[in-house]
């Protein structure tokens, strides 16, 4: 089945400053990239997604990236503010089956 | 528009125990999902619904897990005996129909389960 390695684990940046976050995937039938954002205690929130025919897409302060050939996918957040503070969580989804990334824990310092 | 509900929040028991876990999902979605979300680590999906029949359950440990959703609506997801290990959120999700599957999946509260 499908395997999603994400990384950094744990990411700190001053307020401001951007973030890169990068996952990889092995099945190459991978057509759908969401990324979810999880605050302590709270469930996950869909932030952006890419589909697999699309190489980049852009939301306000965040785009994600993806290159097929590579199997990987990333997510860009730009002038980070200290509310962007969460987990973060890359995932790979075909057909009826979704695998997610083990997090990266980003951190925004005022 | 209400969101997806779960009960309970919160669920302590001990291992070898049993528990059942509820979800009710958006109206007229008909696609529901049960995720486990261990700490630390992000959500595995354990089963998928379509309407009453399952679409996936590739990721459910089928010696102690189990998830019903017999009308199409509610689900449960039950653990008969619970272990250690099973420490985790339980996370349920649901998604209209028409297509859009994840795309379009809303996640509930979740249910925190902890096994002593």
């Known amino acids: 089945g499908e395997n999603v390695e994400q990384h950094p684990s744990t990411l700190s940046v001053q307020e401001g400053d951007s973030a890169v976050i990068k996952c990889t995937y092995s099945?190459?039938?991978?057509?759908?990239f969401p990324w979810y954002k999880q605050e302590l205690g709270k469930r996950p929130q869909l932030i952006i997604d890419?589909?697999?025919?699309?190489g980049e897409k852009k939301d306000q302060r965040i785009a994600v990236t993806l290159n097929k050939t590579a199997k990987h996918f990333s997510l860009h957040i730009t002038e980070t503010q200290p509310e962007d503070s969460a987990v973060y969580f890359c995932a790979a989804s075909r057909n009826n089956d979704m695998r997610f990334g083990a997090g990266t824990r980003l951190t925004v310092k005022p | 528009e209400a969101g997806v509900a779960q009960s309970p929040r919160y669920k302590i028991i001990e291992k070898r125990q049993s528990v059942a876990f509820w979800c009710n999902p958006i109206s007229g979605h008909a696609t529901l999902y049960w995720y486990q979300q261990i700490l630390g680590q992000g959500p595995k999906l354990l089963i998928q619904?379509?309407?009453?029949?399952?679409?996936?359950d590739s990721q459910l440990p089928k010696d102690r897990f189990s998830a019903e959703r017999l009308k199409g609506v509610d689900s449960t997801l039950k653990i008969q005996p619970a272990k250690l290990e099973d420490s985790a959120v339980y996370l349920c999700?649901?998604?209209?129909?028409?297509?859009?599957?994840?795309?379009?999946?809303?996640f509930g509260p979740g249910t925190r389960l902890l096994v002593l």
């Open positions: 099945d190459s039938a991978s057509n759908y």
């Open positions: 890419i589909r697999s025919n699309v």
């Open positions: 619904f379509q309407n009453n029949g399952v679409v996936d």
């Open positions: 999700a649901s998604s209209p129909p028409g297509g859009g599957g994840f795309e379009t999946q809303y």
